[in-house]
């Protein structure tokens, strides 16, 4: 597992080894709950924590030669053996914290942008999961999903 947060917007996601998840607000210390990141012009309560899997990393590496590393996809939280598609609409334990999976994420060129590499349409329908934080608490490097 990887956890990564970044203070402002077009800024490097920085590893940490711990992040805390707030109830109904982000993560402490990301753009978004700090909201100094940017969305759509659509916002959502689903955006409080994103989720991928490093699975799609590999893809990415074996199907089109493009090497995308953690920190590059933007989301908070990189898993492994997790079908993430599986849990929309459901809510599932990340260590101690209780999330609600309310959409898959879509990719968008900013990533494109940002990496230089050309990532928007192979993760068309595999950019990860955006949930809700119903339950907050502290996630570490190891921590398991656990669905409900």
Do not use: W
Request: charged content about 25%.
């Amino acid at each position: 597992m990887h956890l990564h947060i970044c203070p402002r917007a077009f800024l490097p996601m920085q590893a940490q080894e711990a992040i805390t998840l707030v109830a109904g607000r982000g993560i402490e210390g990301d753009r978004y709950m700090l909201e100094t990141g940017f969305y759509s012009d659509k916002p959502e309560i689903g955006r409080q924590v994103t989720l991928f899997e490093i699975e799609t990393l590999e893809a990415l590496k074996r199907d089109f030669d493009i090497d995308l590393a953690p920190e590059e996809h933007r989301r908070n939280v990189t898993v492994r053996g997790v079908p993430l598609n599986h849990l929309v609409g459901r809510q599932f334990r990340l260590g101690s914290t209780l999330l609600e999976a309310t959409r898959l994420s879509f990719p968008c060129k900013h990533l494109d942008e940002i990496t230089g590499k050309e990532v928007f349409d192979p993760l068309v329908h595999r950019c990860g999961l955006n949930c809700q934080i119903l339950e907050g608490g502290v996630v570490r490097v190891g921590d398991k999903v656990t669905p409900l």
